[in-house]
């Protein structure tokens, strides 16, 4: 039977900082003696750096870093929004991306593997959780290089909470050089507008199809409230996606939209004056999750009279080319982290039973 209990287990936790199970492996090793547990966490490795390893970094910020044909962009993760506008985390930040961009580090995985000043970055990063005094998570990072058609450009907002990183394609190093500028205005909006994706042609078949089904009941239900208050109901799409709009279902569409102007006794020879409007509203209805989540398809907020992607190619166009947006990344500071309360008694309770 263990010679200790939920209250040593306590203790020690409150007198290094490590995890709960740490600890009581550590009083497992240490049959209950709390210095020679202590002892045993610090030959672990898990001192000064591992007082705050229980803790969950979910603050912190995002750098960006462009040069030329390259771009990288890291998240690093405190416990404390606090922390991360202090100086020292500032001047950590700025070594890791530099650090990623000199060494052609793609991800959070090969920094962390990686060695700064001749230690290993983990060695590198306690030290400076030790100075900080907070646990700390180099958690995303991603990597953009490309040759002289490549335009590259990034953007941070101004409180390091989100970045962008994107690059085009062009038809000429002139196009690149006159895109770059382009691409910036582009980060800057995706750092605005949270999209997920670069084009509806990146969705999954059975999100799209889960995605309308949630749609329409949401809706349905909406309207059940407007028809009770004797407000307009909302248009329940039939499609949400591009993806989704098939050359069947666009001649059926034409179809229909004919045989309405039809009925509204419209003549016939000025049909195809009318149509093509009234088939770009009827994809523009009908393209919502793509307006949504998919950078391409987004109004660009400089300019909503036209897509993202309509504006990229209009840019290109009067630079004498061509240019495609091929990919981008836009991290968020603690995007997906989870920050649960922590309730020590029942946690311990749990563990120990």
């Known amino acids: 039977m ?9 203790k020690l936790r409150e007198m290094t900082d490590a995890g709960m199970m740490d600890c009581k492996k550590a009083l497992t090793e240490a049959d209950g003696d709390m210095d020679k547990a202590v002892a045993w966490l610090r030959d672990q490795g898990m001192g000064a750096a591992a ?18 044909k ?18 020292k985390f500032k001047a950590l930040m700025n070594t890791v991306v530099n650090h990623a961009f000199d060494n052609n ?12 000043n001749g230690e290993p970055f983990s060695d590198y990063l306690s030290q400076q959780i030790a100075i900080i005094g907070e646990k700390l998570d180099v958690r995303r990072a991603a990597l953009i290089e490309g040759d002289e058609t490549t335009a590259v450009n990034g953007y941070v907002h101004s409180n390091g909470q989100n970045g962008v990183i994107i690059e085009a394609k062009c038809d000429s190093a002139q196009t690149a050089e006159a895109m770059t500028p382009v691409l910036k205005e582009v980060a800057m909006h995706a750092a605005a507008m949270s999209p997920k994706t670069l084009s509806f042609k990146d969705f999954d078949p059975a999100f799209v199809e889960e995605e309308t089904k949630g749609r329409i ?26 993806s989704q709009l098939t050359e069947e279902v666009m001649a059926a569409a034409e179809a229909l939209l004919k045989e309405e102007l039809k009925a509204e006794g419209k003549p ?19 393209t919502t999750l793509d307006q ?21 190619q209009e840019k290109a166009k009067a630079a004498g080319g061509s240019a495609d947006i091929v990919h981008f990344v836009r991290l968020e500071v603690g995007e997906g982290i989870e920050v649960a309360e922590e309730d020590f008694a029942a946690e311990v309770a749990a563990q120990m039973g």
């Open 70 to 87: 390259k771009a990288v962009i890291v998240e690093i993760n405190s416990q404390t929004d606090f922390v991360a506008q202090n100086d």
């Open 105 to 116: 580090l793609k991800d959070a995985e090969a920094i962390n593997a990686s060695t700064i």
């Open 217 to 242: 009941i949401a809706i349905e239900k909406e309207n059940e409230e407007l028809s009770r208050l004797g407000k307009t109901l909302k248009n329940i799409p039939q499609y949400i996606s591009m």
């Open 268 to 286: 016939e020879k000025i049909w195809d004056r009318i149509l093509p409007g009234k088939i770009e509203r009827f994809i523009s209805d009908n």
């Open 2 to 10: 263990a010679n200790f209990g939920p209250k040593d287990i306590k």
């Open 292 to 312: 949504e989540l998919c950078l391409l398809d987004q109004k660009f907020v400089m300019d909503d009279s036209k897509t993202v992607l309509e504006y990229v």
């Open 51 to 68: 007082k705050k390893a229980g803790k969950v970094a979910a603050e912190g910020a995002i750098s960006v870093k462009v040069e030329g």
